[in-house]
C-alpha cells in the first residue's frame, strides 16, 4: 500500500442541478502527493456523506467557498497514516484530515488544527459516526444554541440521520422528552429505541395533526436539518419563547430554483420564539468538551449509532444522496478498502 | 356631548379577504355604554391605524383572538374621560381605553393595567404617534432583542412608518450608524432628517445592489415590519452574528392565501444570525422605561414624528390600507370629533 503509485480522485466535471449524478462527476488517476516535511501521508478508508458536501458544489451557497471544477468532491474522512514526516504522530494512526474529499490519499500538515490523529486501535466508526461532526452540532445546537434544560420538549427532524440520532440522545441523556421526526417506519422505530418518547413518520402520518397531539402546549426547542415543509409545520407548533435551531436543511439543499422559505415564520411573533442558524464549526475551541461526553456517554450504554456503509468510489453518489431520499439510517459513509490495519505497510 | 344619546360602531360584517373594503364593515348605532362603579366613559377623539388591526379580522393568525363578526373593529385610540366613577381618574383625562376598537364611546374600569390616562393638557398626538406603540417596539425591539450597541450597523425596513420611524432614532440617539428602507421619495427624505444615513426607496431603487453597495460587511441588526421580498433581500446582507427581528409583516397581512417564507432564512446557518420573533406587549412591565427615553428625547429635540390624521368612521378603511400600500407617512390616525377640550361638557 505504501508502495501505491496511483491517487484516484473523483472530481467535480461540472455544477450539478438538482440531485447529484454520476455524469457530474469523475473518476480520475494521478501520483500519489508527496509527504512533505511535518506531514503525514494519509491513505484514506472512509469518506464522510454529509449533506454539506451537496451545498459545497453549488456557488455562493455555503460558508465555505464552492468546489472547482476539476477538485475533488470535498467531504470529511478517515484513514491510517500510511507515512510520517512530523515527529508526534506515527504510522499506523488514524487521522481525519480536515475536509480532504473523495479521493485515496492526501498528504496534510500534522501541526493543522484541522487535522486530528489518534491511536491506532480508535473505535473510527464511533468516531466518525457520532464525533466527527454530530457531536458537536447535536450538543452545542441543543444546549447553546437551544437552551435546552431538563423537562424541555423537543422536537428533532430526520430524527434517523446520523446527526439527529445523536441529538435525540444528548436530549433525553439531558433529561428532556423527545419527539422524533423521520421518513420511514424502520427509522422511527430506532428513533424511539434511542429514547423518544414518539417518532413521526412524516411521509404517512399527518405530521402537524400528530405533533399536535402528542405535545398540545407546544415545543421549546426544534432541531431542525430539514426545512421546507416539515420546518414550516414545525413552526406552529412553537411554544412561548421557543427556540428554534436551525442546523441545515436537506429537503433544499438540492431544489434547482429558488425553493420556498417557511411562510410560518411570522409565528415566531406570536410566541416570541427564536430562529437561531447554527455551524458546529463555531464551537470548535470546545469541541472537546462535546467528544468527553459522547465517550463517556458511549462507556455508559448511553450513546447508539448505525453505519450505513457502501463500498468503493462507484458508491459515492448514491452514498450522498441517500441522505436526501432518506434511504439511509443513521451516519452515512463510504468505504474506500479494507481497513488496512496499524501496519507496518 | 355628555348628553349624547347613540354610540357609533364601524362593526366587522365579514370577513376580508386581501384589503378590507368598506363592504366588509358596516356602521351601526346602539345606546352610549353605562359607566359602572369604578369605570370612566371614554368619548373617543383619535382612533389608531395599526397594521395589527388588519390582522387581527383574521382567524386563528394573530396573538389575540379574532374579532368576531358584529364586533366593532379592534384598534387603539384615545378620547377624553366624559363621565367617571373612578376616584382618581378626572373628567377632562385623556384615557387611552385598552383597544376600544372603531366607536365613539367606551365605557371601561379605571383600574385595569390596560387602561391609561394622562392630563387634560397632555399631548396627546405624541402619545398617539410615538408612545402608545412604537416606542416600546422601536426600543426593546432594538435594545433587548436586537442587542443594539454604539456603532453597530442598523437595517430598518418600512422607515416612514411610525414604529420605523421612531426605531431611527432610538438607533440613531443611542449612537448606531441607520440606513432605512421605504417606499416613496417623499418618505425617504424624511427617514434622512431623522438621523439615517441613507435610506433606499424599495419601489425605484434595486434594494439588493443599494444595500451592498451602503455596507458591504453586512448589517448588524436588521429590524422588520414588513416582511416578504424585502426581509428575503435584508437576510442576504447580515453581518456574521446579526439579530433579524421580526415586529410584523406588513406585505403578508393582506395575503389571501398563503404567502411566502424568506427562502433566504438559511443564510442564518452561514452568518450564524438569529430571526426573534417579537412582540412590543410583552415588555408591558418595562413601557415606563421607553417611554419616560422619548419625552425626554422630546424635550432634548431628538424625537420628531409625523401624525396623517384623516377625518371621520367613513376614513378608517382607507386609512388602515394606507399602511399597506404605503400611502402614509408616519402615524395613521382617524379623528373622529375635534377635540372638545378639558370639560365640563
Redesign the interface.
Known amino acids: 500500500m505504501a508502495g501505491e503509485r496511483v491517487n484516484r480522485q473523483l472530481v467535480l466535471r461540472r455544477r450539478p442541478r438538482g440531485m447529484l449524478t454520476t455524469e457530474d462527476v469523475e473518476l480520475v488517476e494521478g501520483p500519489v502527493p508527496e509527504c512533505g516535511d511535518g506531514q503525514v501521508l494519509v491513505r484514506q478508508v472512509y469518506l464522510q456523506m454529509d449533506a454539506a458536501v451537496r451545498s459545497w458544489l453549488d456557488e455562493g451557497?455555503?460558508?465555505l467557498p464552492a468546489v472547482e471544477i476539476g477538485e475533488p468532491v470535498r467531504s470529511g474522512g478517515m484513514g491510517r497514516v500510511i507515512e510520517s514526516r512530523h515527529p508526534d504522530i506515527p504510522v499506523g494512526a488514524w487521522c481525519a484530515a480536515g475536509l480532504p474529499g473523495w479521493q485515496d490519499h492526501v498528504a496534510v500538515d500534522g501541526d493543522s488544527p484541522i487535522v486530528n490523529h489518534f491511536p491506532a486501535d480508535w473505535d473510527a466508526l464511533f468516531q466518525l459516526a457520532v464525533i466527527s461532526s454530530p457531536a458537536a452540532t447535536a450538543y452545542f445546537g441543543l444546549t447553546d444554541v437551544g437552551e435546552l434544560s431538563a423537562g424541555d420538549s423537543v422536537l428533532i427532524s430526520a430524527a434517523g440521520g446520523s446527526t439527529g440520532a445523536v441529538a435525540v440522545q444528548v436530549a433525553r441523556n439531558l433529561g428532556a422528552s423527545v419527539v422524533g421526526i423521520a421518513g420511514t417506519d424502520e427509522k422511527c422505530r430506532w428513533v424511539e429505541s434511542l429514547g423518544a418518547e414518539a417518532c413521526v413518520n412524516r411521509r404517512t402520518e399527518d405530521l402537524a395533526a400528530r405533533l399536535r397531539e402528542l405535545r398540545p402546549q407546544g415545543f421549546d426547542v426544534y432541531f431542525d436539518s430539514v426545512?421546507g415543509e416539515v420546518l414550516?409545520i414545525a413552526l406552529r407548533r412553537l411554544a412561548p419563547g421557543a427556540r428554534v435551531v436551525?442546523?441545515?436543511?436537506i429537503s433544499?439543499y438540492n431544489a434547482s430554483g429558488?425553493?420556498?422559505?417557511?411562510?410560518?415564520?411570522?409565528?415566531?411573533?406570536?410566541?416570541?420564539?427564536?430562529?437561531?442558524?447554527?455551524?458546529g464549526l463555531?464551537y470548535v475551541d470546545r469541541y472537546p468538551e462535546a467528544w468527553d461526553l459522547m465517550w463517556r456517554w458511549k462507556a455508559e450504554g448511553k450513546m447508539e449509532y448505525k453505519a450505513d456503509v457502501a463500498r468503493g468510489f462507484e458508491s459515492c453518489v448514491d452514498q450522498l444522496n441517500s441522505l436526501f431520499t432518506g434511504a439511509n439510517t443513521g451516519k452515512a459513509l463510504v468505504q474506500l478498502i479494507d481497513d488496512p490495519g496499524p501496519g507496518p505497510y
Open positions: 451557497h455555503g460558508y426545512g414550516d436551525i442546523v441545515g436543511a433544499m429558488r425553493p420556498p422559505g417557511p411562510s410560518n415564520y411570522l409565528n415566531l411573533i406570536n410566541t416570541q420564539a427564536k430562529m437561531v442558524g447554527f455551524q463555531s
